[in-house]
């Protein structure tokens, strides 16, 4: 390499350093090189260590650009430096080599990448298993706390038929929750879409769901309001499914609600689909995580729970063929709002 300059570093000496201009290529001929990056603040990611007879530092060279990882001395070494204008003439002279180099660059990418993909997808998958499991807990904390004041009771030698009975009552519901939420965290877990296919009343089922949302609120003294009676029609609707739907939104707000909150509940036609708004007293909604709120695991401004019951509320309403998003406005709190079609215009 007649053009090339020799250049020797010693064990820990920077050789370039992330950002730095790529002015030419190396080749080691004897020792062995580190290659590094900074992912943000903390220590640097070694990318790989090469030997003798190994290339590094063309890539900048090629694009254009500043170097986009350092690179350093692990123990004495001797290197050949090509300059940039020098190595592109090489190149232009020599359609070999540039394919040499191009083979050599796609190797080493592929390497990094099954490197790194791996790291990624290990800790992508620690993380979303502590997420889920806290999610779990967050969410059978409420039910399983009932059960046991609810066994309490029913177990007190001064306890009544009828108090024995109210609380077995409290009892079978709470485990009906338990059920309905495992399988919704199995359903999450699908990749299919469910579509809801059964229909019903709204304003029925709104009906017969409103006191056990109260009930639910009670525990914090918050009070549910209803504006305006829902909607007499016939949508597309999984009770089961719904029900799931309105618990999330209004435990959630009694999460964030300090004691004597309101949440509020309004309905209204918007052509072929009946709209429901859920509102509470609050703060709002956190510009920070607006955009991603119906994201799994997301959460903000709460002393525990993950965020996933949103992204459950997501996956149901869309498998019901709605829509799902909230909304803030001045002077006012969370605004949650979802739409569900009339029967005969679903999914």
Not at 323 to 331: D, F, K, T, V, Y
Request: aromatic fraction near 6%; proline fraction near 5%; charged fraction near 20%.
């Amino acid at each position: 390499m007649a053009v090339a300059q020799t250049r020797s570093f010693t064990a820990g000496q920077q050789i370039f350093s992330e950002g730095d201009p790529g002015d030419g290529m190396y080749v080691i001929q004897d020792g062995l090189v580190e290659i590094s990056a900074f992912p943000g603040k903390g220590p640097p990611h070694i990318l790989s260590q090469l030997g003798p007879g190994e290339v590094f530092g063309e890539m900048a060279v090629i694009e254009e650009n500043a170097r986009s990882a350092s690179a350093s001395a692990v123990k004495e070494c001797t290197l050949y430096f090509l300059p940039r204008t020098e190595m592109l003439a090489l190149l232009h002279r020599s359609p070999g080599l540039a394919m040499n180099a191009l083979q050599d660059i796609s190797h080493r990418l592929r390497a990094f990448n099954q490197l790194h993909l791996r790291e990624i997808m290990q800790a992508e998958r620690l993380a979303v298993f502590g997420s889920f499991a806290r999610s779990i807990i967050h969410d059978l904390k409420t039910p399983l706390t009932i059960i046991g004041l609810s066994s309490e009771m029913a177990c007190m030698p001064t306890a009544t038929p009828e108090k024995r009975a109210q609380a077995l009552e409290r009892i079978r519901k709470q485990i009906g929750r338990i059920n309905d939420m495992v399988g919704d965290i199995l359903e999450f877990t699908r990749t299919q879409q469910v579509k809801a296919q059964t229909t019903a009343s709204y304003l029925d089922f709104i009906n017969e769901l409103l006191p056990e949302l109260r009930a639910e609120a009670q525990a914090k003294t918050i009070a549910i309001e209803l504006e305006n009676e829902a909607p007499a029609l016939t949508v597309v609707l999984d009770s089961k499914r719904l029900r799931r739907v309105f618990f999330n939104l209004v435990h959630n707000a009694c999460d964030i609600l300090p004691d004597n909150g309101k949440i509020f509940l309004r309905f209204r036609v918007d052509g072929q689909e009946v709209v429901t708004e859920v509102e509470d007293t609050g703060r709002g909604i956190a510009p920070e995580i607006a955009d991603k709120l119906f994201q799994p695991f997301v959460t903000h401004g709460k002393t525990h729970g993950t965020g996933l019951g949103l992204s459950i509320c997501k996956k149901t309403i869309e498998d019901h063929g709605g829509r799902i998003w909230c909304r803030n406005e001045p002077g006012r709190g969370a605004i949650f709002c979802f739409s569900l079609p009339v029967a005969g215009n679903g999914p």
